[in-house]
């Protein structure tokens, strides 16, 4: 005989297996609402991830597809935004691609309990690398934030350095035209003393 087939309540044990995660009535109610504000408001990844994650464990597949598909083509102020996000949202999709297709396999109350095991172990393993693959998303985030804010103090620094020279060269202007004013009145004085030296010796 073939493995034992799963009674009701095994089947919903497994099924509570595959369930990635749970969402309040008001986050569900607002996701589709946000992903509406896309375009006046930048997705930063921690709100891609709450609504991707919310979507999937409503079984929305496409709504998740459309965070990922708004995020990446959201205006960005990082030149290498679209070059670096490009393919790891494309395989954050076919995730989402692949949890609904093991979600949804057809016939799953009829599979054994190991087959049934099987696919929510899978299942499992999609959702815990979509979430780091957001996670490494987020990573190239601060890195474009850390490169421009050092980017920003470099200029920052040589406005400073730019200003300090030219204080220092109106200071050494300033203090060189006082010396010079003296050494002229000293020199002025020396030459007239000589002057009248040299008239006493013909008197």
């Known amino acids: 005989m073939g ?3 799963l009674d009701l309540s095994e089947t919903n044990e497994l099924n509570e297996l595959t369930e990635l995660n749970e969402v309040d009535f008001n986050q569900k109610n607002s996701i589709s609402s946000e992903n509406k504000k896309t375009n006046s408001k930048i ?6 991830r709450n609504n991707v994650l919310n979507a999937i464990a409503d079984d929305k597949f496409d709504l998740a597809i459309t965070c990922f598909q708004n995020f990446l083509n959201q205006p960005s102020d990082f030149p290498q935004f679209r070059n670096r996000m490009e393919r790891l949202v494309s395989h954050c999709i076919d995730l989402v691609n692949a949890i ?7 016939g ?11 696919l929510a172990e899978k299942t499992t393993d999609h959702y815990n690398e979509l979430q780091q693959t957001m996670t490494k998303m987020d990573k190239i985030i601060l890195q474009f934030k850390r490169e421009d804010m050092r980017s920003t103090l470099w200029i920052l620094r040589s406005i400073v350095y730019g200003a300090g020279v030219v204080a220092m060269i109106a200071f050494l202007k300033e203090i060189t035209g006082g010396l010079w004013g003296v050494f002229e009145l000293a020199a002025e004085s020396a030459l007239d003393s000589t002057i009248n030296w040299v008239v006493s010796l013909f008197n």
């Open 3 to 5: 493995e034992e087939k």
């Open 100 to 106: 609904r297709a093991k979600k949804n396999f057809p």
């Open 43 to 48: 997705i930063e990844v921690s709100d891609l």
């Open 108 to 118: 799953m109350s009829s599979l054994t309990r190991s087959k049934q095991q099987e």
